[in-house]
Each structure stands twice: as structure tokens, then as C-alpha cells.
């Protein structure tokens, strides 16, 4: 890694031009699952927030199109040399907003990216996703071409149904299968903990198990702009998935009885899991509580951080 005079570190090789993108995880803080298309597509309300942490993509012209990988769950992420564009969200990005851009006029030249992959893979917080959506972000920029909000979002839902969220990565309210978004202007910032046992479930069979894919929706949200109110409010909320994830990980439950012995004031499960989160008082508390449940379980992922306040929070 090399440092540029900003301070950013950047893989070796890439110029001090090159484009960073974080991608921040993302943490349904509650997930009621309403329905069910006729396409299969599951109907969700969900309310979404993001953390200032998660995976990095940097971005650079290069002679050819490159992509190389780092961090502690590089193992797991196909390169294009071994699975192409197929299994790769960042590869299937750049190859959809170059088709777009190239349809209009617009030059994509080759670039070099780097994924510095920190989130756990296929964990119920958007890693693929949120990797998908700085990859859409960064390029625009690299390529110099702000497409429309709307066509980028277009794009994104292409990729997956996360992905139009992941490309805002501020808190938020999504409905359909997830495309419907509304924002959460008073949505405070939390301290919390991010927990997974590294085992994967399967979020196909996590639907499939649903006891109901008929649920009610979240309802209307008072006016909340309190941080108490808040955490009041989430507490009667829930995550429709954690009952099927739990029956098919056992460690999940054990994961969240550890965080709430740590103290956590609200435990649940993101998305189809495994990832549970712990929200604390505060970054001291939630560095204190890491530290002790890594202790516990050395061979898990626990990491504490902080979630986006919203605009008027």
C-alpha cells in the first residue's frame, strides 16, 4: 500500500488519481416482510441505515481492465480470472454501466480496480451490494458522466434489489422489494456492534421457511426526532426473517444473548443474517463490548462502529 498526500492508502501500483469509494455495511434495523410478487420478488418495509465502515473500492484508468482484491475475506471473492463478470457484483457493475455510457456516446476507458473486502460475505448487510454501488458511484466519476439519479438507480436494481439503497447509503424507509424509498431526515447515528459467526445461511431457504410471507407492514412512523423515541419505536419492530435464520443457525441466538449480556440496549438480526447488531449508548461502550465478545469467540467477526444520522438528526 502506498499513501497519497490526502493520507488515503492505495494498493500498490494505482496512481495518487485514482477514485476511492467506500462501501458502507448495511443494517436493517427492522425487516417486515409483506408479501410475495408474482415473480417470486418478496414485498418488504424495511427501515435501513448504514455504517461509516465497510469494504473500500479504488478506482483507476489503466492500459487494461484489471480488478485485484485484499482484506480479511479476499479468499472468498472471485476474481474476473476465475468466474468473469458473473460472480463478481463489482465486475458485473462496471460492465453495465460501461454498456450504458457507451450506448450513449460516453468514452469507458479501461480501469484497474482494487476491493479491499472487510464485511463478511452473503451476511444479511449488503457487502455485495453496497461493493456494487460504490463501483457504480466511483466510475461515473472516473469516467466523468453523472448519469440521471433515476437511470443509475435503474441500473442498480438490475444488479440486485439492495443495490438502489446501497447506492444512497443514508438512512431510509424501503418498500416494494425495495426500490420505494423514502428518507429518514431523524433518524439519529448509532454506537453498535456488528456480530457474525461466519457460518452462512441460505436466504433462498430462510424465505422459504417463512411462516407467513403475509406480515404487517411497519405503519406510520410518528414524528421522531429523539433518540430515546427512537430506540422505543425499534424495540416494537422486528426482522420477519430471524425466526427461520435462527432454526437454520443455531448461532445466531447464541451471538445475540452474547451481545445482550454485553449490554446492548437493542439486539436484532440485518437482513437474512447471519449478521446481528447490538446498538449501545455509545462508541466507548460499543469498543468495550467488541473487545470483550471477540474474546469470547476469537474465530467470529465483531467490529464496533457507527451508523449515518440522517440530514436532520
Not at 416482510?33 to 435501513?48: E, F, I, K, N, P
Not at 489503466?62 to 482484506?71: E, K, L, R, Y
Given at each position: 500500500m502506498t499513501r497519497r498526500p490526502d493520507g488515503a492508502l492505495l494498493p500498490k501500483g494505482l496512481p495518487d488519481t485514482a477514485i476511492i469509494e467506500t462501501a458502507?455495511?448495511?443494517?436493517?434495523?427492522?425487516?417486515?416482510?409483506?408479501?410475495?410478487?408474482?415473480?417470486?420478488?418478496?414485498?418488504?418495509?424495511?427501515?435501513?441505515?448504514?455504517?461509516?465502515?465497510?469494504?473500500?473500492?479504488?478506482?483507476?484508468?489503466?492500459?487494461?481492465?484489471?480488478?485485484?482484491?485484499?482484506?480479511?475475506?479476499?479468499?472468498?471473492?472471485?476474481?474476473?480470472?476465475?468466474?468473469?463478470?458473473?460472480?463478481?457484483?463489482?465486475?458485473?457493475?462496471?460492465?453495465?454501466?460501461?454498456q450504458a455510457l457507451t450506448e450513449r456516446g460516453v468514452a469507458t476507458p479501461p480501469v484497474a480496480i482494487h476491493l479491499e473486502k472487510n464485511l463478511p460475505i452473503a451476511s444479511g448487510i449488503g457487502g455485495g451490494s453496497a461493493d456494487a454501488a460504490a463501483a457504480l458511484r466511483g466510475l461515473s466519476r472516473l469516467w466523468d458522466h453523472a448519469m440521471p439519479e433515476a437511470d443509475l438507480q435503474a441500473l442498480g436494481l438490475r444488479l440486485g434489489a439492495d443495490v438502489p439503497m446501497c447506492l444512497r447509503s443514508t438512512p431510509l424507509r424501503a418498500t416494494g422489494i425495495g426500490e420505494d424509498m423514502s428518507l429518514l431526515d431523524t433518524l439519529p447515528a448509532f454506537a453498535l456492534v456488528l456480530g457474525n459467526p461466519l457460518k452462512g445461511v441460505s436466504t433462498p431457504e430462510i424465505f422459504r421457511r417463512l411462516s407467513s410471507k403475509s406480515n404487517p407492514p411497519i405503519g406510520d412512523l410518528p414524528e421522531i426526532a429523539d433518540r430515546t423515541q427512537w430506540l422505543d419505536t425499534l424495540s416494537n419492530l422486528r426482522n420477519d426473517l430471524e425466526p427461520p435464520a435462527r432454526a437454520l443457525c443455531t448461532e445466531i441466538a447464541v451471538l445475540a444473548s452474547m451481545m445482550e449480556h454485553a449490554g446492548a440496549r437493542l439486539v436484532r438480526m440485518s437482513g437474512s443474517g447471519a449478521t446481528c447488531f447490538g446498538l449501545f449508548d455509545d462508541m466507548d461502550a460499543a469498543r468495550h463490548a467488541a473487545a470483550g465478545l471477540l474474546k469470547q469467540r476469537p474465530d467470529w467477526y465483531f467490529h464496533a462502529t457507527e451508523t449515518m444520522g440522517g440530514a436532520y438528526s
Open positions: 458502507p455495511a448495511k443494517i436493517n434495523l427492522a425487516l417486515h416482510v409483506t408479501g410475495q410478487r408474482a415473480d417470486g420478488y418478496h414485498l418488504l418495509d424495511s427501515l435501513v441505515t448504514f455504517a461509516r465502515d465497510g469494504d473500500r473500492l479504488t478506482m483507476a484508468r489503466s492500459p487494461t481492465d484489471q480488478f485485484s482484491v485484499s482484506g480479511r475475506f479476499s479468499a472468498l471473492i472471485p476474481t474476473e480470472a476465475q468466474a468473469g463478470p458473473a460472480g463478481n457484483l463489482v465486475l458485473k457493475a462496471r460492465d453495465l454501466l460501461r
